[in-house]
């Protein structure tokens, strides 16, 4: 944030997207001071904060048959159409993957990509479904309608991660008040420097976060 670079002006930030492998390679190597990444289901590997929770959402064009649905949409629906959607979900452990073969129905991936504009742009040109975190929707885009999809798929959550073995800078104390504000700072303290984690609260839905980070 602004207020952020302001406070440290010696600091560079250099963002490293990637898949949760990736990240995490990265912070188990020491070239990363932090790692942010979701799962729908354990937290990962390391001090792990709980920052928001969210759903994944159905993206079609407004003409779609699809859109016509006043309700959630079903994985028996979506199961008959191609699907747009991330690379992970090429994994066997996907939750994707797993929800489908759960419910005994075809997971159709005719296109993967990390980048969710990407998935936007092929959505639009009218290629599948594409089954996005709602994070990665545009409310405002008036070709695209974003569906809820029923409860058959897990809710995920996002978390910052980080290594015990690596100094806490007050660089990265400070990003995490602002981005996970419900948590404590001596109890993060108290995890990092002694390995006693109490219970983190649960954390916000999407866009509660969205509408504290506005406000």
């Known amino acids: 944030t602004a207020a952020l670079r302001d406070r440290y002006p010696q600091v560079a930030v250099q963002l490293l997207p990637g898949g949760d492998a990736d990240i995490l390679e990265h912070l188990d190597r020491g070239s990363a001071d932090l790692a942010v990444l979701s799962t729908a289901g354990a937290a990962p590997p390391g001090l792990a904060l709980p920052v928001y929770r969210w759903q994944r959402v ?117 990003f995490i008040a602002r981005f996970a504000p419900q948590i404590d700072g001596h109890d993060l303290r108290r995890a990092f420097d002694h390995g006693i984690v109490s219970t983190w609260p649960t954390p916000p839905r999407w866009r509660e976060w969205k509408a504290a980070h506005a406000a």
């Open 58 to 174: 159905a993206l079609v064009p407004r003409e779609h048959a699809l859109a016509r649905a006043d309700r959630a949409v079903t994985l028996a629906e979506l199961a008959a159409h191609p699907l747009l959607s991330y690379e992970s979900s090429l994994r066997a452990e996907s939750s994707l993957r797993r929800a489908f073969d759960a419910a005994e129905l075809p997971l159709r991936l005719a296109f993967t990509a990390h980048d969710a504009d990407l998935i936007r742009t092929y959505v639009g040109a009218g290629l599948g479904v594409g089954v996005l975190a709602e994070m990665a929707v545009d409310d405002g885009d008036a070709q695209l309608r974003a569906l809820k999809i029923d409860a058959a798929l897990p809710e995920c959550t996002t978390w910052i991660v980080l290594r015990r073995d690596r100094v806490l800078r007050d660089f990265a104390i400070d």
